[in-house]
């Protein structure tokens, strides 16, 4: 199924090999063999082992939609949501996503490459300015942006700065308001807090619920609108581009969001070291980074049950995702600063652009 191809899959050169073709195109590698996007007949020969994506019907559309807002609107839930299949971790904690992500939802007449961004904060450390960064040039290279908010509270400066970056904007952009099944019932249907955020723009405004779906078809149809005609990028029953360690990483560090207190959480980076796929289970070895001792005594917990409880959760979701067995093999280690340092953000897989 789709997990089983998400294996490896990268973003090379265009093979036209046609001076400054700005196109990077996906190739996924499956047993050994590439898959291919958009190759023309004579290209084979060129790269004997491609097999191309199916050709895309007429009036098909495709492209990117940068999902972007303040932390904590619920955009990593939004994106699981259309793609119906959990791609980002999720929680309460604010900065939850640092890197982006791509999600791929492919329907009968169009294929929307959503682009997961972390949320765009005032950054206080040198991983929030990448995180913020990265959320940029998401809105500077995509089709369409959709620009998140959460509609059980009003706006707030957050929304305002988010809002003045889309201001000179050419890409289409479109409002989503939500979590619609939480807002309280006295209120009006859409807040004047954000009608005055549209200012000037006239941006369509969408209200859902990213947790039950409620409001999302109407969202995806006027999506796809802003779409030009184009080929499918991903083969169609992929789900996301990511490496599946990064998504082991992710599903790791999700459970140390959810399970330890305040003080831990942003300083937390995974490194998974080993996979090792035997056909009855895989091993899998990861080191859980942390700034400071008292944060490593927190992880580990009272005779280790803290370290013991976030294992015990996070194999379990990653057997979900391998769909098979799975030993999980955690180590805490004390890497003071680390998000001060760009050696070390690379180092422990974050994209340091520009
Ligand atoms: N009630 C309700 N809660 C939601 C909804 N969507 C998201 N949430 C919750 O809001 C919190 C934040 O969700 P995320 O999807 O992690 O938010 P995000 O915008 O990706 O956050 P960052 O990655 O930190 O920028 C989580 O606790 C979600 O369960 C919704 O539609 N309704
Ligand atoms: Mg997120």
Redesign the pocket.
Known sequence: MVVSLIKLLCHVRCPCFAANCPRRIPYLLVSGRFMDSHLSPSQPAVLPDLVSIPTAPPGFRSGFVGIV?R????????MNQLVGQKIAI???V????RNRLRGVLTTPEAQLILV?T??IHKPHHELGKVLVKNARIAIDSVDVVLF?VDGTVEAGGGDRFVSALLDHITTPVVLGI?????QPGDRPDIDPSYQALTGDHSWPVFKF????GAGLDALQAQLIQYLEPGPYYYPPDLVTDQPERFIMAELIREQVLLLTRDEVPHSVAIAIERVDEQPDITHVSATVHVERTSQKGILIGKGGSMLKQIGTEARMQIQKMVMGKVYLELFVKVQPKWRQSRLRLADLGYRVEG
């Open positions: 807002g932390p904590n609107v619920g955009k990593s839930t939004l999720t929680s309460p604010a900065q939850t996503t997961d972390p949320g998140v939500n979590k619609a099944d939480a619920s990213a947790i039950t």
